[in-house]
């Protein structure tokens, strides 16, 4: 694990220069230089109080495989999510209540993302991957999915 910065976060207190044994800190660019950062070292970490930089794992563990049970119900549960989204647009649309309209946009929202969450989880929303790529080349008339398997 080496250390990295959130330039956002940084308040530029300068602390991590100080207790850096290897000077991997940087001020100028703002980057940690990860060949001398130390491996869990976390000196940096604990010392900034802007609490901008964090460890980062070199490599991260591969995602398991969801049985065709799993992802058969992630995907029912973002259809019904797009349904309720759906319902949820209506409401906002045709309601004259400002705080009914509001309240329905909310709830919109928020089917649209837990329907997002599920196709991800079940390993359709990235278009990088196999499962996506499959689902896109069954719609050969769709110009959205050629343009995504293009990339």
């Keep these: 694990m080496y250390a990295s910065r959130n330039l956002d976060y ?9 207790v850096c044994p290897t000077g991997a800190t940087d001020t100028e660019n703002g980057q940690i230089n990860m060949d001398k950062c130390i491996d869990g070292c976390r000196l940096c970490v604990d010392a900034c109080p802007s609490h901008a930089i964090f460890l980062v794992p070199e490599t991260f563990p591969e ?5 065709k049970e ?3 119900t992630l995907m029912k549960l973002c259809e019904r999510k797009f349904t309720e989204e ?3 647009l209506s409401v906002s649309e045709y309601s004259g209540n400002r705080t009914e309209s509001r309240l329905a946009k909310a709830l919109q ?3 649209r993302i837990l329907s997002e969450d599920c196709a991800r989880e079940a390993g359709y929303l990235t278009p990088q991957c196999r ?3 499959e689902l896109l080349s069954q719609f050969p008339d769709s110009e959205n999915a050629h343009k995504l398997l293009k990339h």
């Design 63 to 67: 995602p398991l495989c969801k049985d």
């Design 70 to 72: 799993v992802n058969a």
């Design 10 to 18: 940084c308040t530029k207190d300068c602390v991590c220069l100080f």
């Design 86 to 88: 759906d319902t949820a």
């Design 131 to 133: 499962k996506t790529r």
């Design 109 to 111: 929202r928020s089917a």
